[in-house]
DNA sequence: CAGAGTTACGCGAAACCAAAGCGAAAGTCA
DNA sequence: TGACTTTCGCTTTGGTTTCGCGTAACTCTG
């Protein structure tokens, strides 16, 4: 069901408020954030968020508001922005309209991801294989260990595991059979790292 | 049902405002958009979008008009029925009420689906490991090479790969360290074959 | 091909209803 | 008791619906 302008705005205040805090707003704190002189409006709004199913709260509990989407977050429809292996067909961002609908949890936080396919079996230790579709998240850091997509000297697309150690990266393939590429942290541009793999037999 | 030229300018402009803001345009918000002077205009096309199936919306009630594609978003959910590896927890059909959303066409085939979480390492070399989920069509029967879900004299649930030879059935781990099981084709049960699989890191 | 019928697209005004707001009072929980 | 939520009646603002009327484009048919 649609919202109308000031319930959008008012649910989105709960939702993070509820997230920065872990608990909810009374109605005069959020009659006070938008300035609103009584609690009753903020009462009414709350009433229709809860018959549209956007928020759930039990009856004259203080502070019992809560967003109900949490479990059901409308699931993810991520765009499938290439291929990655050796080639670099990532820079094309937006090239196709492909997409591809991923479980929610799995794109679930708000930063931004999208969907590689995976060609070579560069990562089959890993139990990557060619074909296979990777869910990324995107960032530009990653933790040791971390699956990540990089860029090699600005041009050159790869999947492999990331180590740092000072100043120099190892990017290292699942693949006894290959070489990892170890170079100065300024030569890698991290991509993002992989969240999800999801697999069409 | 094909739209007109106006038609698609509106409803391209509605979905956009949607995807932008989280809640609908008014009548006067459109019409100003496309600098008409009027609302009964808007008002008219979106009544031919409805009846084709493009938007839906409530009576007299604001901005709650609604673009179809969004809300009725198709996708399959289906049930994680347990777990498969040696173990047998297959029988408790609808057990729990886990579940989880898979990508359309994984489960597309409306031949019943559903999810088992993978324990063990069995199907390794098939790039399929512990913790994985695999979604499974359910079937009676399987061809070569298909990796299965298979019940041994009633009992034990596994997962494997399924080679028949004339009367015996062949279930081969995609592992070297296991071995084969080779029965009578009289005492294994098919119960699916693996159509997709999804991982979270 | 011309004219008839049909549909899409447009205007403006009036009627009507729901959302959004106020303040105060009553009720409820811990 | 004090920090909350509910409820009531009332106003204003914003949105929707419907009316009648008009033009332009497309399609059907003799």
New binding site residues.
Partial sequence: MAL????REIYDYICRFVADSGYSP???EIAAH?E??????V???IQ?LVSKGYLR?A??????VEPVSVGTADFAEIPVLGTVAAGSPIEAIEQGDESIQVPPGMAGWRGEAFALRVRGESMIEDQICDGDIVVVESREEARNGETVVALVDGSEATLKRFYRRGSRVRLVPANRHMEPIEVPASQVMIRGVVRGLIRNY
């Fill in positions: 109308t302008r000031r319930q009374s109605l005069e938008f609103l002189a009584s609690v009753a409006t009462h009414k709004h229709h709260k009856w004259n509990r203080s502070r019992s």
